[in-house]
């Protein structure tokens, strides 16, 4: 499980060894389906129109109407031999349509609302993929939004300063004296580190709600992923709580994300 923001190094694990190698193939598909419509609508380079139009045949691909895009076509083909929901791919289709068209986040509500689409699918995929109830799904859905607010907190200056793109709520900065322009600096003045802390706690909460999540599955390679997963988010919401991603990526290091893991997955 991971957010559908990418970079070169992933926070969290993609289709890792730990899962069972049927799951991997059908994940693997539905993270470079989800990479690819990234890249279409984080190319700042190309105007809004010619992005808009890639991803509507990819949605036209998956729908099978056409066979234009490779990425699409694969988890297409996937989906169909495993029998899986196409809502999913087709909610994240949405979340990049409106990263095209909707570049900044007016409330709390409204970021949730785009996790829905963005992050939350992506959970759902993996949990259909291994035949886990969706009583689970609440669970799976905070986690998931944890993760995608934690990319846009490590991501704030950078989307900002190469895409004009702002996940930051309008009202939180609004409410600290703060506009958008803020982002372009090299070091986050006092009001901005309060309010991306306030966003940390937020979180943290959903961290909190998604504690039980890895009792629930069934799949217990799955379910250490999970472990691993969380452990992951819960250390970098730790960090965002005490350094500024204007300064530095808040990332982990090789060694300490190793560490982290086994600490997971021998805690359980």
Known sequence: MTATRTTTTEN???????????????????YRFARAADDVADNAGTPAVPRLHHLRIMSDTLAGTTDADPATVALRRIMAERGLDPTHATDL??????????????????LIAYCRLSAMPVGRF??????EDRSTWPASDALCAALQVINHLQDCGKDFRAMDRVYIPDDMLLAAGLDVSVLGHDRSPPALLGVIRELAGRCADLLADAR????????????????????LA????????????????????????????LRAIAGA
């Open 12 to 30: 969290f694990p993609v289709a890792s060894w730990l899962l069972k190698p049927a799951a991997r193939g059908p994940i693997l598909a539905f």
């Open 93 to 110: 289709l949405a979340a990049f349509t409106r990263d095209v068209t909707t570049p900044r986040t007016a409330t709390w509500a409204d």
């Open 126 to 131: 993996v949990l259909d993929v291994h035949g």
């Open 212 to 231: 039980p999540f890895a009792a629930m599955l069934r799949d217990r390679r799955l379910a250490a992923e999970v472990r691993v997963i969380q452990r």
């Open 234 to 261: 819960e250390d970098l919401t730790a960090q965002l709580m005490v350094r500024d991603p204007l300064v530095e990526r808040i990332e982990h290091g090789k060694g300490r994300r190793l560490w982290l893991a």
